[in-house]
């Protein structure tokens, strides 16, 4: 199975679609991955893509662990973590992104 090859049907609506939608506000690899019908690890492509071609800039909400209040700082990835390091809870949230003007206030 070739894995770094993308299949053409419709991509380019579907890359407006989800800039469009991070755009609008904040998604997660999940929810983008369940509306487009598609892996997460390529609406983590699609995202990086869309930050990209845009010339916005990505920001990412922390991940965050609802047992104990953990927020995952510092992290660049868009994926949830698998677990949190302080209590070992696996319930870890996703992170969130957004696409934003690079100028827009703080
Ligand atoms: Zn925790």
Redesign the pocket.
Known sequence: MAGGEEAESGAGTRRQQIRQLLEEGFQTLESLARAFQIRVKDAEEEVRHAARSSGKKLRIEPAE?P????VFRGRDRLGAPSR?P????EE?SEPRFTLRHESAGS
């Open positions: 662990c047992s104990c209040g953990f949190c302080r209590c070992r809870g870890v």
